[in-house]
């Protein structure tokens, strides 16, 4: 395969899918500015790469908080140069914004109900999800305008199709992440910077290990009910979703390609039930 040769802004980059992303645009002749909150997995990850063969630097910043991504930006464009490719990967659900039940009942079912969560919990996953995938495009994208071959792909989920029990927050930010990748392509068009996400299915990983596996590690139920109505009949696994990414990062293959939401999901969004 060609390589990209680009310098590829990844958040969540210490994260299990975006890790495998990282590894892989590595391999591709890739310059990586890996960006995550913790310093020690990000070194560990950079090691990795280095070792390979690859080049990486690390950045330790919150998505949420201007300051540390500016503070990142100024490095990384004395490290590396401007962005060319922004992977928006930092994201994933918060127990404070989930219910205890699927459904409703009042007086059963486990805590808490829909009822009892905070705008503080909601917050979190909204701040995360959708401002923590807004906040890099508005920091990164400005090195991209009008310099050929750049994009953005942000991580929403099968949650923005139809919404998930359990998980009202994530599905209402995952929902606003595809809306605002569909914006943001219309918006950046005129300056030639494309605009793509992708919708994983379901892959498991450390944001979701709470709900797909019970307390001794087997399959919670509602992983059952996953694998029921996912056609291909399993979870997805990480290296999966690399196609994916290569055709949307490479403009040879995806130049005429902006404001579309791809899914990666053994065939779940396809699927009606019946
Ligand atoms: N695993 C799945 O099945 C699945 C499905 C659909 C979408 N996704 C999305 O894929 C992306 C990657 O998630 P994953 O499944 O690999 O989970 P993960 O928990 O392994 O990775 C998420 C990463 O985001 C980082 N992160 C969390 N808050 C952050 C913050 N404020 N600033 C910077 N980094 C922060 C975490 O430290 C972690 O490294 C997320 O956006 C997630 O919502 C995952």
Redesign the pocket.
């Known amino acids: 395969m060609t390589q990209l040769n680009k310098t590829v802004v990844l ?8 890790s495998e992303f990282a590894r892989f645009l590595a391999r591709s002749g890739c310059r990586l500015a890996l ?4 310093g020690e ?1 990000l070194a560990a990850l950079r090691e990795e790469i280095a070792a390979a063969g690859g080049v990486a630097f690390c950045y330790a ?5 201007k300051e540390q991504l500016l503070a990142a930006h100024r490095q990384i464009v004395q490290d590396l140069g401007p962005c060319e490719v922004l992977i ?6 918060h127990p404070a914004a989930t219910t205890g039940s699927e459904a409703y009942r009042p007086g059963e079912g486990a805590a808490p109900t829909f009822f009892d969560l905070t705008r503080a919990g909601f917050s979190q996953v909204f ?3 959708l401002w ?1 995938t807004v906040l890099p495009c508005q920091i990164f994208a400005p090195d991209m305008a009008e310099r050929p071959g750049c994009s953005i792909v942000n ?5 923005a199709f139809s919404p998930l029990t359990k998980t009202p927050a ?1 599905c209402a930010a ?1 929902a606003g992440v595809s809306n605002f990748t569909q914006w943001l392509a219309v918006h950046l068009a005129p300056c030639g910077v494309r605009v793509n996400a992708i ?10 290990r709470e709900l797909l596996l019970g307390p001794d590690g087997t399959p919670a139920p509602r992983t059952a009910k996953i694998l029921a109505h996912t056609p291909m009949g399993r ?2 696994r ?1 290296e999966e979703l690399l196609g994916a990414l290569r055709f949307l990062v490479d403009e040879r293959l995806s130049g005429f390609v902006t404001g579309c939401v791809l899914p990666v999901d053994g065939g779940f969004s396809a699927y009606s039930g019946v």
Do not use: E
């Open positions: 958040t969540g980059a210490t994260g299990v899918l975006c960006v995550a909150r913790s997995k910043a919150d998505v949420t908080n928006n990967g930092a994201g994933g659900n701040d995360l999800n923590g991580i929403s989920s099968m949650a994530y995952k919708a994983p299915g379901f892959f498991l990983t450390r944001q979701n979870l997805g990480p």
